[in-house]
């Protein structure tokens, strides 16, 4: 199994990226989605996720400017990430989880330990 990131970069303040995440090896039917981020000297933060069936959660720092979304086509999971601001700035990370209970609580998604796979980080730059 493989996760490929990619889609980072630097930007200015208000502006907007897109990360991908190419899951290989999997098939996002079976699975659930997440972005993390991660800045130097702090716990890596879950971002947002995607489970099996299809139902996204975000956590509330994002709300209405992030839109995680699947591609069956090309097993893909993007992060369409909006009116960025210099505290998105991090080391996005996808990964993936077989587990069934990410529904269950935003502890639980937002747990790293949580998920079976993970994809290299692409990192994120926005300043003013």
């Known amino acids: 199994v493989q996760l490929q990131a990619s889609g980072g970069g630097s930007v200015q303040t208000g502006g907007s990226l897109r990360l991908s995440c190419v899951a290989s090896?999997?098939?996002?039917?079976?699975?659930?989605i997440a972005w993390f981020r991660q800045v130097p000297g702090k716990e890596r933060e879950g971002v947002s996720c995607?489970?099996?069936?299809?139902?996204?959660y975000y956590t509330a720092s994002v709300k209405g400017r992030f839109t995680i979304s699947r591609d069956y086509a090309n097993n893909t999971v993007s992060l369409q990430m909006n009116s960025l601001k210099a505290e998105d700035s991090a080391v996005y990370y996808c990964?993936?989880?077989?587990?069934?209970?990410?529904?269950?609580?935003?502890?639980?998604?937002?747990?790293?330990?949580?998920?079976?796979?993970w994809g290299q980080g692409t990192l994120v730059t926005v300043s003013s």
């Open positions: 995607i489970t099996r069936h299809g139902t996204t």
């Open positions: 090896g999997i098939t996002l039917e079976t699975v659930s």
């Open positions: 990964a993936a989880g077989r587990s069934t209970s990410y529904s269950l609580s935003s502890r639980y998604r937002a747990s790293p330990g949580n998920y079976d796979y």
